[in-house]
């Protein structure tokens, strides 16, 4: 069946690709869907055991073996990496669980939660940057799953290793690797039509089956070279000043790979059971991630004596086995670490921050597909990935705007006002939440004091000719910074200078305003009672509820 020239025309028709709308939404103003709603009692279904296994899914990823086999490349010992790993997700732990818990009590998504700490307008720049975030660790991480699925073809047509490279030398993938690129990508893309409800059980079967398969490397890696041959043989090659800011960059980067998460973690924490049943955070990432990171260092020194070399890359370690078998296992397990780890850590951050741009055509599937296609062919990760300083030096880049964005919700949210926010205000763009024009100033100027001196630091690390001279130490520890000055700025100005307007006696939830989230219970839009209080309109912020 054909289409005729007016169906053809009629899809390009912005009306015809509007999403339905819903009785239950706070959508009375067009600022919001059905993803975007705070989630109904029914669909709040997550538990302690989820939060554990989906930690232990994402523990088990690519990004986190390199990282920490990256430490050894840049001349850290496994004795100096492994506290440096530790500290880096201890921390990043605590920011995880206190970010989670308001997610969990207002089962409100990242975009909109906030909305009352930056303002409803400039938080758009966060949800934007967040969307640039993921996509760029979307691209990442296909590319390592490509990697994967390389081996695997390779284990069982190893002709694949001689087939011609079509594509320019100074491009830093071949064609082989373009093919398994766009395999892995196919692969992978089902997955990203499962709704967040379903897709733990995803986590679930990961969380069990890839640990094994990493345990059994480092048995192996035990078995051909032991550990007093190789692990413990092991000592750093540099020393002095550059041994210490090596070791705060590494422990940067260790922040790096997650503070992403710890920004949106309320987009899975809002489906909680209750807050009880995030808690669990701070004691299970540590230790997964370390010991994951563990078993990357292990592997990896055994690898330096077997093949004279640092492959920090599990994939160029698998590619020099003989067990065909174990080859295709092995990198089997690691692609469905990068899918499970895709998913959760990117794609679905992604579409729930596109939610927010636009509303009335976008949702949470829409949006992971808009991922799917722009961040995973319009990015080059295979060049980003090229060595382990860039490796690194791509980790602590986003660290510079994350840090702030952490710290600043933080304090809002428990230093601030301690809990008590207006959840249906956060959906009015004319509400308590508008501050000056939708901005609220004093996390604006936290933005500015942080950010702007780590800039030097980072054009550095993208062009070495751009000399900068210690100027590159601040962005070594560029989340560390951005975190605890943000922090102190915001907390400062909003002391001295106070946004009245946004202070509440106690909370207002959702659940205050209507259970169903439909309409309150005198029929009108649940943002109508605070509709244009924003601090520049200088008007009584009395809420009736």
Known sequence: MCLSTEDALDLFRPSKWALEPEET???AHGWSNKDMDPVPPRLRTWTTWNYITYWLSDATNLAVWELASSMLAVGLSWRQALPCIAAGYAIISVVMVL?????????????????????????????????????????????????????????IW???????????PHV???????????????????????????????????????????????????????????LFSQHATITGTRFSWNWLSAMNSALGIYASLSVNIPDFTRYAKNEKAQFVQPFIIPIAFTLCSFFGIAVTSAGIQLYGEVLWDPMLLIDKWDNRAAAFFASFAFALATIGTNISANSLGAGNDMTVLLPKYINIRRGQIICAFIGGWALCPWEILANAEGFLSFMNGYTIVLGPFAGIMI????????????VPAMYDPNGRYRYIGGFNWRAVLAMLVTVVPTLPGLINSINPDFKVGYATRLFDIAWMYGFVVASLVYYVTSVLFPARGTFMEKLISADDADPKYGRSSEGESPTDPISGQGEDLGKDHDVKV
């Not at 993921?134 to 590319?143: E, T």
């Not at 373009?178 to 893309?189: S, T, V």
């Not at 304090?411 to 207006?422: A, C, M, P, S, Y």
């Open 411 to 422: 304090t809002d949210f428990w230093l601030l006002h301690k809990g008590k926010v207006d």
């Open 172 to 230: 830093s993938i071949t064609s082989s690797g373009l093919l398994c690129y766009f395999l892995y990508w196919l692969i992978q893309f089902p997955f990203m039509l499962l709704s967040p409800h379903k897709v733990r059980w995803l986590f679930f079967v990961k969380g069990l089956i890839v640990p094994i398969a990493w345990l059994a490397m480092v048995i192996w890696a035990f078995v051909r070279v032991p550990p007093s041959d190789g």
């Open 25 to 27: 939404t706070f959508a």
């Open 158 to 168: 190893p002709s694949i290793a001689r087939m011609p490279n079509h594509l320019s």
């Open 99 to 155: 970010n989670g818990t308001i997610g969990a009590r207002l089962h409100v998504a990242f975009p909109v939660l906030n909305r009352s700490s930056f303002g409803f307008w400039f938080s758009y720049f966060t949800v934007f940057s967040r969307v640039i975030l993921s996509m760029f660790w979307f691209g990442i991480q296909s590319y390592n799953g490509s990697q994967c699925v390389y081996q695997m073809i390779k284990a």
